[in-house]
């Protein structure tokens, strides 16, 4: 037990740490620790003949072994597969990128890649992106949820919620669509589930909804026949971590809710999220923006905010279109009463 600690916390001599090795891989510390125990699998050499500590050949063991079984190899036969001799290395540092199922991430421009793409395409295209990506798509496409919530959890609580979002998450979700839309209807079962986590993981991560104050509600939802509730969850977990009252009504809410709910709410801002230009309603943004309530002589009216990609062919005049989630989240603390 001593031992899992000193390696956890990085201590030792060089490579990395099994704890860094996981998360590299995107699976849980125990799943590297039980391939070193049952199939072999562990470093070359212990620093000091008890800490684990892993060089990039080490590494990349590890990483073709989670690419075989991300094709739905057999644990112990995708370590019989790794374990077994291929064709020689050439000279220099062994290359950590995977050989086969997961092509690795792209180099920066004027830069080779590391790696061949596999032939499988069982992997998703990335492109140069943080390193916390290529842990949670492979964790997704294993479908493994404990190391999936356990990387998602990581991340938001390493780089905050925006730039969680915009640096990490975000990038994978796109590749995991692109993905689906270029297999033929194949991995909406990985898409579902990695957007399923995220939306846990930012209720988990996020604080408790501020208590509401008269005139300083966000009140967020979908204009009707939109279901893309995840971008809206993302902002209410940040205006929540910046203890702004916030209220999400979350997909394709019928017109005559959200007017209602307007009412009933009497909301500062009002986000209005469309992902689709089928969806975006010009109409409907003004109605809003021209509601007002309150008593005769005070009365109010709520600033609309047009969120979403379906916007950009319907701009509403006066209205203001932040175009992501920083800027979202700076328009609404300016027109929040502090």
């Known amino acids: 037990m001593t031992a899992d600690r000193n390696d956890e916390d990085g201590r030792g001599g060089g490579g990395l740490t099994t704890g860094e090795v996981a998360r590299r891989l995107g699976v849980a510390p125990t799943t590297v620790r039980t391939w070193d125990r049952r199939y072999g699998l562990g470093p070359d050499a212990h620093t000091g003949g ?78 140069d992106v943080r390193q916390e990506c290529k842990g949670i798509a492979r964790a997704a496409l294993r479908l493994d949820a404990a190391a999936l919530e356990d990387l998602l959890a990581t991340a938001i609580e390493a780089h905050g919620l925006i730039t969680a979002w915009t640096e990490v998450l975000m990038p994978t979700l796109q590749a995991v669509g692109r993905k689906w839309e270029n297999s033929g209807e194949r991995y909406v079962e990985v898409e579902h589930f990695l957007s399923w986590h995220v939306s846990g993981a930012l209720r988990r991560c996020a604080p408790p909804v501020a208590a509401d104050r008269p005139g300083a509600t966000t009140m967020l939802a979908c ?78 009216k709520a600033v609309v905010m047009t969120l979403g990609p379906g916007w950009a062919g319907h701009a509403v005049p006066g209205l203001p279109r932040p175009r992501g989630l920083a800027e979202a989240v700076a328009a609404v603390e300016s027109l929040v009463p502090g």
């Open 50 to 127: 008890t800490h684990r500590r892993w060089t990039p050949a080490d590494v990349a063991r590890l990483e073709r072994m989670c690419a075989l079984t991300a094709t739905g190899v057999p644990p112990a036969e995708a370590a019989r597969m790794v374990k077994s001799p291929g064709p020689p290395a050439p000279d220099g540092p062994a290359p950590v990128a995977p050989p086969v199922a997961v092509p690795p991430i792209a180099a920066p421009p004027g830069r080779p890649a590391a790696a061949r793409r596999s032939r499988a395409h069982a992997g998703l295209r990335l492109g």
């Open 223 to 300: 204009v009707p026949g939109e279901n893309h509730t995840l971008p809206l969850e993302v902002l209410a977990a940040a205006l929540a971590e910046r203890q702004l009252p916030v209220r999400m009504f979350g997909a394709a809410l019928p017109v005559d809710s959200l007017v209602a709910a307007v009412r009933r709410t009497g909301p500062a801002v009002v986000g209005l999220w469309a992902q689709s230009r089928t969806t975006a309603s010009r109409p409907l943004a003004e109605h809003v923006a021209a509601m007002e309530w309150g008593v005769r002589g005070a009365r109010r």
